[in-house]
């Protein structure tokens, strides 16, 4: 069955650096376009970035463009999110989801269990 | 970016009656449209796509319809497991855009 489990997340003051990880099982990691959604406490859900199947694409929301970065290694069957520069606004939780598709658009067919990550001094 | 805009925020049902949420998109965004479920606690769960399509493994007692800016979600008979917070999300754009959510609670 299709696992996501993310990590990573904690405490960060702000203007300090955090990265995100995301293992997959379950299905072949390496056909698929993957994302990064977070929902900050009490809110509503924010998409934040998105990669292709193959890494060749990225994609991300104006409010962490230039601060966040994307990536994977399909080696290792794992998503990451490099959050640089955190705000306190960043504060909340991060879930990886999977898109049914090789590309990046679409739906989260599938949801990790997010990691919470906390920005403050 | 394509502003999604989902009513009521809350409401309040009894077991068996049936629930209709809307989402209007700021644009046509087609078919583009997919609805979610979000337990207390849990990552959110797909329930349609592409507006009218059911995910395999979720109860016909949720439907989708809707095209273009229009889009409403239906519960046909509110159960107590339907407890949640609904939310839209459309895809023919980047961002990717969420509606604010509907909170849905038992009378």
């Known amino acids: 069955q299709v696992q996501l489990v993310e990590s990573g997340g904690g405490v960060v003051q702000p203007g300090r650096s955090l990265r995100l990880s995301c293992a997959a099982s379950g299905f072949t990691f390496s056909s698929y376009g993957m994302h990064w959604v977070r929902q900050a406490p009490g809110k509503g859900l924010e998409w934040v970035a998105v990669i292709s199947y193959d890494g060749s694409k990225k994609y991300y929301a104006d409010s962490v463009e230039g601060r966040f970065s994307i990536s994977r290694d399909n080696s290792k069957n794992t998503l990451y999110l490099q959050m640089n520069s955190l705000r306190t606004e960043d504060t909340g939780v991060y879930y990886c989801?999977?898109?049914?598709?090789?590309?990046?658009?679409?739906?989260?067919?599938?949801w990790g269990q997010g990691t919470l990550v906390t920005v403050s001094s | 970016d394509i502003q999604m805009t989902q009513s009521p925020s809350s409401l309040s049902a009894s077991v068996g009656d049936r629930v209709t949420i809307t989402c209007q998109a700021s644009q046509d965004i087609s078919n583009y449209l997919n609805w979610y479920q979000q337990k207390p606690g849990k990552a959110p769960k797909v329930l349609i796509y592409d507006a009218s399509n059911l995910e395999t493994g979720v109860p016909s007692r949720f439907s989708g319809s809707g095209s273009g800016t229009d889009f409403t979600f239906t519960i046909s008979s509110l159960q107590p497991e339907d407890i949640a917070t609904y939310y839209c999300q459309q895809y023919d754009n980047l961002p990717l855009t969420f509606g604010g959510g509907t909170k849905v609670e038992i009378k």
């Open positions: 989801a999977k898109a049914p598709t090789p590309v990046t658009t679409g739906y989260f067919d599938y």
